[in-house]
Every structure is written in structure tokens, then in C-alpha cells.
């Protein structure tokens, strides 16, 4: 588990438990992720109503987080459901490549499970060190140059490796010609 998760997890947890000074904290440091987020991808003046909208998703959804997972899955999943839910009433339709995906688990508990055996399942069939640069970059939320400081590979190194990882799981997913 990286650094951010571990910490915000523990936040959660406790926030869970009735400690409103770690939930305070909890929603001042998932503000800032958030904002960083969505500006990436809406832009600096949509960022911040999508970061209100997923707080207060957030908070009205906190009893679903099933501590026994990962929280920044869970936090990414409630961010792109308010993100494609943007740009559906923003008439904007867009796609985005396989590579831009945060999580592959969904929102609600009963498939949550589910979906985290299928990613474990999926990510299992990956060389070693390509399943943890998918771990630390796509789920744990690391950046390149985080995963490099982590493994001791290079930036570069670690951007194909995750690629490659992200080409090998979509031939395993994909359709079958």
C-alpha cells in the first residue's frame, strides 16, 4: 500500500469511528486531490463545483466504504461517476484511453468485492514487476516519478513498463478476433 492510501485510510477508518478531527483532516487533504484531479481533466474553473459534488458524494456515501479495501479505489471510483456525470449534462462526449483509467472497481459494495478479485485475478496474470507498477501507478494513484523513486527505475522505464502492462491486460479483456 502507498503512503496516501495507507494515510487516507486510516483517516476514513477513524472518521468511521466518530473522530471529526480526522474527518476534517480527511476532507481538507481529499480537496486537494480532488481539485488536482479534475482540473487535469475539466480545467481550473469546473474543478472546484466537481470537487463540492464528490465531497458531499462522499460523505453522504461513507457508510459503503468497505474497510477491508483500498480507499482511494473507492474515492477514484465516486470522482469518475461525478466526472462522466460533468460531462453528460455538459452534452460533452468523450473517451478516454485505457491508460487515463484510476480503478476498475465499482461503487457499489456487492460488486465492489467482485470487481477487486477480477482486477486481482487480471493483474495476477502480469509479470512481477509489471503488476507493481500497475499497483502503484494505476491503483495506488503514484506518480511516474514516485513509482521510479519506489522501484529504482527510470521514469521512462517505468511509463513503458506500465503501458506495456495496460497493452497486455486490454489483449486479456479485449475481444477475441
Known sequence: MGEA???????MIAALSGDAAAYRVLLA???LHL???FARRVGAADAEDLVQETLIAIHTRRATYDTRLPFTAWLHAIARYKLIDHFRRMGIRRTLPLEDAETVVAAEES??????RDVEKLLSALPPARRELMRQVKIEGL????A???TGMSESAVKVG?????KALSAMIGPKS
Not at 492510501?5 to 483517516?11: D, N, P, V
Not at 506518480?143 to 514516485?146: G, L
Open 5 to 11: 492510501e495507507t494515510r487516507l485510510k486510516a483517516l
Open 29 to 31: 487533504a481529499l480537496t
Open 35 to 37: 481539485r488536482a484531479y
Open 111 to 116: 460488486e465492489s468485492a467482485g470487481a477487486k
Open 143 to 146: 506518480s511516474t516519478a514516485e
Open 148 to 150: 521510479a523513486r519506489r
Open 162 to 166: 506500465v503501458h506495456r502492462a495496460m
